[in-house]
C-alpha cells in the first residue's frame, strides 16, 4: 500500500528556531505539493514542483520559507525563523502527471506545528 | 486563475437526511474536479472525482458546466459521514497540475 510519508508528525518548538519537514512522494509520482491548513484559512497551497522543479510557490512567505526537491525521493520545506503565527498542519501529497490523467493526488499524513 | 468556492463552512444534518455540499468554481477551461474528506485528524483522501463518475460511500457529484458546480450529494446521511469535505480542481495551461481546494465544509449527522 504506497503511501506518502512525512516526518515529524508532530514539532513543538520555540519561536525563532529553524524547522525543516520532510516528505518522501509514493515512487513514481512525478508532482508534490506543500500544502497548510488551519482553521481559519482552510487548506493553502504552499508550493508544488514537477519532475522536481518548483512550478508554483506563489503561495509561500519567501523570506522565510523554502521548499526544495534534492532528489526524486524527498522534498522539503523549511522554515527559518519560525514564528507563532507558522503553527498550523503541513501537508505533502504526490501524484503522476496532472491534467488529463485523472490520476489521484494522494496525501500525507501531516505535521503538526507548533511555534510557541 | 483557478478557484473553488465552498460556500457552507458547517452543514449540519440529522442521520437519514439527505446532504448536499455546494462547490462552485471558476476556470477558463475544462477542469478534472475532486472531492476529498478528512476524518478528524487524519489526512485527506480522495471521496470521488468527476472523470471516473462513480458513487463511494454513497455520495454521487455531477458536474454542470453551465453552472460551473460540482455539488456532493448523498440520499441518506450516516453518522461515520461527519467530516471536512474539500472540493478541489485541477487546471490546465499554466496551472498544468495545480491542485486547488475550496475553504471546505465540516458536516456532522445527528443520530
Known amino acids: 500500500d504506497a503511501r506518502v510519508t512525512q516526518t515529524p508528525r508532530h514539532k513543538v518548538t520555540e519561536m525563532g528556531q529553524e524547522v525543516t519537514m520532510r516528505c518522501q512522494p509514493i515512487l513514481g509520482h512525478n508532482t508534490v505539493f506543500w500544502y497548510r491548513q488551519t482553521m481559519m484559512q482552510g487548506l493553502e497551497l504552499l508550493a508544488y514542483?514537477?519532475?522536481?522543479?518548483?512550478?508554483?510557490d506563489s503561495g509561500m512567505p519567501k523570506d522565510r520559507f523554502s521548499a526544495e526537491m534534492p532528489d526524486a525521493t524527498l522534498a522539503t520545506l523549511k522554515i527559518q525563523p519560525s514564528e507563532p503565527r507558522d503553527s498550523a498542519v503541513y501537508f505533502c501529497?504526490?501524484?503522476?502527471?496532472?491534467?488529463?490523467?485523472?490520476?489521484?493526488?494522494?496525501f500525507g499524513e501531516g505535521s503538526w506545528l507548533t511555534v510557541v | 486563475a483557478q478557484r473553488v468556492t465552498q460556500p457552507e463552512k458547517l452543514l449540519s444534518v440529522f442521520k437519514g437526511a439527505p446532504v448536499e455540499l455546494k462547490c462552485n468554481y471558476s476556470y477558463s477551461g475544462s477542469p478534472e474536479l475532486f472531492w476529498y474528506v478528512q476524518y478528524s485528524r487524519q489526512r485527506l483522501q480522495l471521496l470521488l472525482r468527476?472523470?471516473s463518475r462513480e458513487s463511494i460511500k454513497g455520495f454521487t457529484a455531477d458536474l454542470n458546466k453551465g453552472e460551473t458546480s460540482f455539488h456532493l450529494k448523498k440520499p441518506f446521511a450516516q453518522e461515520e459521514d461527519s467530516a471536512m469535505y474539500y472540493c478541489a480542481l485541477v487546471g490546465g495551461g499554466t496551472s498544468y497540475g495545480k491542485l486547488t481546494f475550496g475553504q471546505g465544509t465540516i458536516l456532522t449527522v445527528h443520530p
Open positions: 514542483f514537477r519532475n522536481r522543479a518548483p512550478l508554483d
Open positions: 501529497a504526490s501524484g503522476s502527471s496532472g491534467y488529463g490523467s485523472g490520476n489521484t493526488i494522494y
Open positions: 468527476h472523470i
